[in-house]
Structure formats: C-alpha cells, structure tokens
C-alpha cells in the first residue's frame, strides 16, 4: 500500500480524505503521523492550483515523502468582484475570521443580497517528487452550486467546516450539517478528487 501524506493541518479535512480514499491503494497520513513539525508553507498564490502547489512542494521538501495537498477558493453568482472572496474565504480586509466572525460576515452578506448561489472551486497537487508532480483543477474538481444563507443551522456545528452551518444544498433543501456523512465526505472531498488519484498509476 502506498503511504501518501496530506499536508493539512485541518482533522476534518483529513479524516474525509481517509475515508473518501479508502477503496484505493493508498494510506493517507496526517501532519501529526510524522516525527517533527515541518515549517508552515506559503499560500500566496494568486489561485487554489498555486497555493496547493506550494503547500504540496513544502512539504515535500521538508518530509521527502510523496505528498499531496489542496486548496479551494469560493466563488458567488451576481456579486461584484470586490465581494469575491475567491482564495481568502478566512481573511476579510486583512482580517484572519475566527469560525464566528466568518459566520457573521457571510450571514451578513446572504442576509443583505438574499440566499448566495455560490460555487467552491477546488485544486488537488501531488508531488511524488520533484520530477513527478500531478495537478488538477478544472470543472471536475468543482464543487456543486449550493445556497450561503443567512439562517445558521441551529444543530451541533463540527469543527473545520465553519461555512457548512451556513450551506444549504440546492437538490434536497437541507443544510450541509444535516446530511448523512457519506453525502458530506463527497462535498468535502469531491469526486473529481477521487477521480484523479484514480487515474494515476502510484
């Protein structure tokens, strides 16, 4: 089986992947399954591809083991551009959100414009090593269009996935947190994802 590591230091975001990939021949490590911390990388890429390269290549460079990581960027239908928070869905005029604030902003905007149709555009690079390197980011990688709304969800919140309090599903009306966890490994990791590491001979 081939170990792979996921340079996330989101748990969430790590134990969808797990799952997501468990059918293929692939053991997905954690950040915390290694024996010392590697530096933080850059994510000052002006796109998910470019942040996910560099985090992917940090990593890499400091484990040299096979890596993978992604980014994502959300995207709003009938906003202008200065509303597009695009890669900084956390940072808002400069400001780093704590899970609250990011509530409140986006709440904020989906109460003032009415429910956000808004899409998660996301990236994927693996780096086997520096003469191996795998990307994707295109329609198939995508996100699904869903609803921002401005009413949370009253339920339990789990941590790491803070805008999903606030997403609503377009096909069945229910917020993301009260979907099956099966339906939400697929929104966070999407089938393109999958896909792709399908489609590589590791």
Same mark, same amino acid.
């Given at each position: 089986?081939?170990?792979?590591?996921?340079?996330?230091?989101?748990?969430?975001?790590?134990?969808?992947?797990?799952?997501?990939?468990?059918?293929?021949?692939?053991?997905?490590?954690?950040?915390?399954? +290694? *024996? #010392? $911390?590697?530096?933080?990388?850059?994510? @000052?890429? &002006? !796109?998910?591809? %470019?942040?996910?390269?560099?985090? =992917?290549?940090?990593?890499?460079?400091?484990?040299?083991?096979?890596?993978?990581?992604?980014?994502?960027?959300?995207?709003?239908?009938?906003?202008?551009?200065?509303?597009?928070?695009?890669?900084?869905?956390?940072?808002?005029?400069?400001?780093?959100?704590?899970?609250?604030?990011?509530?409140?902003?986006?709440?904020?905007?989906?109460?003032?414009?009415?429910?956000?149709?808004?899409?998660?555009?996301?990236?994927?690079?693996?780096? +086997? *090593? #520096? $003469?191996?390197?795998?990307?994707?980011? @295109?329609? &198939? !990688?995508?996100? %699904?269009?869903?609803?921002?709304? =401005?009413?949370?969800?009253?339920?339990?919140?789990?941590?790491?996935?803070?805008?999903?309090?606030?997403?609503?599903?377009?096909?069945?009306?229910?917020?993301?947190?009260?979907?099956?966890?099966?339906?939400?490994?697929?929104?966070?990791?999407?089938?393109?994802?999958?896909?792709?590491?399908?489609?590589?001979?590791?």
């Amino acid at each position: 089986m081939k170990k792979i590591l996921f340079g996330t230091g989101n748990p969430a975001k790590l134990n969808a992947m797990r799952r997501r990939l468990s059918e293929l021949d692939i053991e997905v490590l954690g950040l915390a399954d +290694m *024996d #010392r $911390e590697a530096p933080s990388p850059s994510e @000052d890429g &002006s !796109t998910p591809l %470019e942040n996910a390269r560099q985090k =992917a290549l940090c990593y890499y460079d400091f484990y040299q083991i096979p890596v993978f990581s992604c980014d994502s960027g959300l995207y709003f239908e009938d906003l202008p551009q200065e509303l597009q928070p695009g890669i900084h869905v956390r940072t808002v005029g400069g400001k780093c959100l704590t899970d609250q604030e990011m509530l409140a902003y986006y709440g904020g905007l989906a109460e003032k414009y009415g429910n956000l149709r808004a899409r998660y555009r996301n990236a994927v690079c693996l780096v +086997m *090593d #520096r $003469e191996h390197i795998y990307e994707a980011m @295109d329609d &198939s !990688t995508a996100s %699904e269009v869903f609803l921002i709304t =401005a009413v949370p969800y009253a339920g339990v919140r789990q941590k790491g996935f803070p805008l999903d309090s606030l997403s609503v599903s377009l096909g069945t009306g229910k917020y993301f947190y009260e979907m099956d966890r099966e339906r939400t490994d697929h929104l966070a990791v999407e089938d393109g994802v999958l896909n792709f590491f399908r489609g590589l001979e590791l």
